[in-house]
C-alpha cells in the first residue's frame, strides 16, 4: 500500500508539475496572441497606410503632371505676348510713319503758294497777259 500511496504522491506531484507546465504554456499562448494579434493590427495598419501612401503618390502625381502643363501653357502664353508685343510695336512705327509721311505732305501742300495769291504770281499774271495777242 505504501507503494501506491508513493506512487500517487508521485503522481499527484507530476500532475501538479504538468499542471504548472500548463499554465505556462496557456501564458504563452495567451501572449503569443495577443502579439499575434498585434502584428496583424500592425500590418492592416500597414496596409492601410501603404494603401493611404498610394492614393498620395496617385496624387501628387497627378498633381505633377497638373503643373507641368500649367508650366507648357505659361510658356506658350509668354510667347504669344512677346509676339503680339512685337507686331504691336511693328504696328505704332508704320502708323507713325504713316502719320509723319501725311504731316509731310500736307505741310508742304500748305506752304506752297497759291497760284494768284502773291504779288509776284499776280506780275506774273498781268505780263502774261499783256503779252498774249488779243
Known amino acids: 500500500m505504501r507503494a501506491v500511496a508513493d506512487d500517487l504522491k508521485c503522481a499527484q506531484e507530476e500532475s501538479e508539475g504538468l ?11 495567451e501572449q503569443l ?39 507648357k501653357n505659361l510658356a506658350n502664353t509668354k510667347q504669344q505676348l512677346d509676339e503680339s508685343t512685337k507686331l504691336k510695336d511693328n504696328e505704332i512705327r508704320l502708323v507713325s510713319t504713316a502719320f509723319y509721311e501725311v504731316g509731310l505732305e500736307l ?17 506774273r499774271q498781268q505780263i502774261n497777259q499783256e503779252r498774249r495777242p488779243r
Open 19 to 29: 499542471k504548472e507546465r500548463l499554465r505556462e504554456i496557456v501564458s504563452q499562448n
Open 33 to 71: 496572441g495577443r502579439r499575434l494579434e498585434q502584428t496583424e493590427r500592425s500590418q492592416m495598419m500597414a496596409t492601410e497606410d501603404n494603401a493611404e501612401m498610394q492614393a498620395h503618390k496617385l496624387t501628387i502625381q497627378s498633381l505633377q503632371a497638373q503643373l507641368s502643363e500649367q508650366e
Open 107 to 123: 505741310q508742304k501742300r500748305w506752304k506752297a503758294p497759291q497760284i494768284g495769291k502773291t504779288w509776284l504770281s499776280k506780275r
